[in-house]
């Protein structure tokens, strides 16, 4: 079954700095790799998703890439705020309507000021 | 517009009891996800349920068992409870022939279910 590795599990920028997190997935049939944040004590919530048929995504600091090829895709935020610190989690689809997913184990981003 | 409202928030139990945690989908929705996520970690997949049946599952044993209800609702049941089954249960609504919009997959706050 598929599989999702993300790395690294903290992350410590300064304000302003960029951050980066990388997974890899193992099953080629995946095809819907969403990233979600969740704050301390509150539901995960969506930030960005792409499709397999795209290499990348933005929205205004965010961006997406994904590698199909080498099965990874990778979260970029730049301009980072405080606002920002959280648990970030990658996930892949395993059906084709994108609610069946398998999780990373996440990325805890500190952002000081 | 209410989001997914989950029931209840907290719940503690002793090894070997049953349990039932429940969701209501986002006005709209017709199939309910659930996920447990225990204390750092990501959510895992159990299973999903449209039309009242499950139509995916997980790598979980059968031990976890669900229902949907016709008005999408959806219950969650763990039998002969574990300490490991202690985590945060979050249940995920979603519409199964949505057209677009920015968020497909729709979390509730989560049941945090404590076994000791």
């Known amino acids: 079954g598929e599989n999702v590795e993300q790395h690294p599990s903290t992350l410590s920028v300064q304000e302003g700095d960029s951050a980066v997190i990388k997974c890899t997935y193992s099953d080629s049939a995946s095809n819907y790799f969403p990233w979600y944040k969740q704050e301390l004590g509150k539901r995960p919530q969506l930030i960005i998703d792409?499709?397999?048929?795209?290499g990348e995504k933005k929205d205004q600091r965010i961006a997406v890439t994904l590698n199909k090829t080498a099965k990874h895709f990778s979260l970029h935020i730049t301009e980072t705020q405080p606002e920002d610190s959280a648990v970030y989690f990658c996930a892949a689809s395993i059906d084709q309507a994108g609610t069946a997913l398998i999780f990373g184990k996440g990325t805890t981003l500190s952002v000081s000021s | 517009d209410a989001g997914v409202t989950q029931s209840p928030t907290h719940l503690i139990k002793t090894r070997g009891q049953q349990v039932t945690l429940r969701c209501s989908p986002k006005?709209?929705?017709?199939?309910v996800s659930w996920y447990q996520q225990a204390l750092g970690q990501g959510p895992q997949f159990i299973f999903q349920?449209?039309?009242?049946?499950?139509?995916q599952r997980g790598n979980f044993p059968d031990r976890f068992s669900g229902h949907q209800f016709p008005n999408y609702s959806s219950e969650l049941n763990v039998n002969a409870l574990l300490l490991g089954d202690s985590a945060l249960y979050l249940c995920?609504?979603?519409?199964?022939?949505?057209?677009?919009?920015?968020?497909?997959?729709?979390f509730g706050s989560g049941t945090q279910l404590s076994v000791l």
């Open positions: 792409i499709r397999s048929n795209v």
């Open positions: 349920y449209y039309e009242e049946e499950e139509r």
């Open positions: 995920a609504s979603s519409l199964a022939r949505d057209r677009g919009g920015n968020e497909k997959l729709f």
């Open positions: 006005s709209g929705h017709d199939t």
